[in-house]
């Protein structure tokens, strides 16, 4: 991300509000982001992170994972800064050509796909509750195995129970609790992790490539 004066003072703006915290300063740097891009700190006491979850994320951005997305909006969210990057693929699963499947939305049915076909990607789930849903179904049958998930969507439904199986896998995770989310979160987690990993693997995919 390029950065104005104007982002600079707020960001040191944000950091005065925070004042102290226990998140590490890859964790925190995720939090900040999340509250420039919303303006609201409620999710600093919302956003959970698993245990190397920021570590398994970089890791499979330098090799460069296949991400695979619920929505437009989070795949142009993060399409520049991987262009700029790690390159990575990006695939929208509302917009993956599927067969049509009685009682299931076009995004549950394509994200379904998506993760048969790349079962060890970088998932981001920002709005889909249906999506959600269906990723969390192969999880638990130990059909496919993430890299990493990042999960956003307003919960209203069964997102509590989803964020607890999570719990109990070993799957790396970052999602927001509680009722508050939406794809500009998302965007704003991925973003974040992405300046940060290629701030510790950036040199070494460049002379690789």
Request: aromatic fraction near 8%; charge should be negative; proline fraction near 4%.
């Amino acid at each position: 991300m390029e950065w104005h004066i104007t982002d600079a003072q707020s960001l040191s703006l944000i950091d005065q509000e925070v004042g102290e915290h226990s998140f590490s300063p890859a964790e925190y740097e995720i939090v900040r982001r999340v509250i420039y891009e919303t303006a609201d700190f409620d999710y600093q006491r919302l956003i959970r992170f698993s245990d190397r979850a920021l570590q398994a994320g970089a890791a499979a951005l330098a090799a460069r994972s296949t991400i695979v997305v619920d929505v437009p909006m989070v795949q142009v969210g993060i399409a520049n800064n991987l262009q700029k990057t790690f390159a990575n693929p990006v695939y929208c699963s509302s917009e993956t050509l599927t067969r049509p499947q009685k009682g299931r939305t076009r995004t549950a049915w394509g994200i379904e796909t998506l993760a048969r076909r790349y079962p060890e990607a970088v998932f981001i789930v920002g709005q889909s509750q249906t999506s959600l849903a269906s990723l969390m179904t192969l999880i638990n049958a130990e059909e496919i195995r993430p890299a990493l998930v990042i999960i956003t969507p307003a919960n209203f439904i069964t997102g509590d129970q989803f964020r607890l199986q999570l719990h109990d896998s070993s799957i790396p995770y970052i999602y927001i609790n509680g009722r508050k989310g939406s794809a500009v979160v998302a965007v704003a987690i991925m973003n974040g992790l992405i300046d940060l990993s290629w701030q510790a693997y950036g040199q070494d995919v460049t002379t690789t490539s």
